[in-house]
């Protein structure tokens, strides 16, 4: 078989970037390990995503919005807080414009969209579940060796390969690309709520000493998810309560704004972990999403950075160009370094700073605790402070 780009894993990056590439009449073919069977059923993530109002756009480019905006709960305030602390930062999106700064949608209705608007394309293919045994990088591309499920092992050779495989990218270790990367001692409790009081669009992320506790707004006003972070050594004990101490915990956590709450959903955890990839590019190799950079979701941009690498290739491939007369699609060194040059300063900025926001936070140390605290209250004061962090978090 031959295709211009295979897309080594079908997560919400890969299947975005087949979508995005496809409309520039590139044929692409996706391959994952997984059962995406499995995987598009709504037991199996228990997460939401904060779509930023840049990813949005994007989204409304490659034709996916329509089929997600009935599901997308508009945050129009974010408001953080330092454990019981009365400062508090707030985020008004008034600030910057009447849009919303972004919307909470469940995955599994983005992993819908992305996947129903990938049928649509004859010029993509999705191999799954299938197992690759050999990936060899050439001067003119790549091959890499597949056997889908009980089917026989074919050849692929393809032009360019992007690596969408998650944080513990196979295709990045067969590379040899290294990575920066550590464990925080902290997991991502999900689940979702209902609530007797309307959640007004805001978004509360409440910093505790165990981790931050968000508290997204989902669509309809009467439903939230919840991302809990919490010590990994205490998650055995949440996720094994029953289902009034558990709602009793998390009003401890939220407050009595929201009224009575009621747990909607089982609850997931999600152990997490720092992974930023050396180089996001090797020889007709480019790795996106999680693959490069994985970080802490307190920001909610994991996925929006993933988008913006996607973004970013297109507009290479499309304004840079990748057709020569003689040889058809073609990936010149220069493209694939002009990528990884733009893409670098924003996946470090935002693994950055959500590594030092709950490296600072996530503790009582006392001076710590007033630090941050004045901090915070600083920034509250400083509007062209706090509008540009609300950009870079808008993705604008
Ligand atoms: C608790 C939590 C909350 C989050 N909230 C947000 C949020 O609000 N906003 C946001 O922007 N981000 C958020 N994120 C981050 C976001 O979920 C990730 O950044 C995003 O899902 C990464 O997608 P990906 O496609 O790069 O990787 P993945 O989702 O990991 O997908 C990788 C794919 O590759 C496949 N694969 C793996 N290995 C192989 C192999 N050897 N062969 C073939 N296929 C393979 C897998 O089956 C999978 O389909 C959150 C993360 C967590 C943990």
Redesign the pocket.
Known sequence: MKSDIII?????????AACALAELGLNIIV????D?DE?RKKESDG??????AG?KRFFQKIGVWADMESHAGAINDIRVTDGNSPVFLHYDHKLISNEPMGY?IE?YHIREALFKRAAGFKNITII?P???SNVQFEDDGCVVEVTPASQPTINIKSKLLIA????????RKIAGIRTHEWNYDQS?I?CTISHENHHQFIAQERFLPEGPFAV?PMVGGYNSSL?WTEKKALVPIYMSMAKEEIEEQITMRTGEYLGKITLDSRM?S?P?SLCKAKTYIGKNLIL????AH??H?LA????????RDVEELVYRLSVVGCRDNDSGFTIHDSLLKSYEAARMADSIALIGITDILNRAFSNDIIPLRTARRLGMAAVNKATPLKKFFMKHAMGL
Do not use: E, H, W
């Open positions: 080594i894993g079908a997560g919400l990056v890969g299947i975005t391959i994952d390990s997984a995406l995987v997460r939401t995503c904060a779509i930023a990813s909470i995955n799954a299938a197992k690759y969408a495989d998650g944080k513990n990218s196979n295709i991502g999900v997204l991302v997931y999600y997490l996106i999403g999680d693959a994985a970080m979701p909610g941009q994991g996925f929006n950075v993933g988008i």
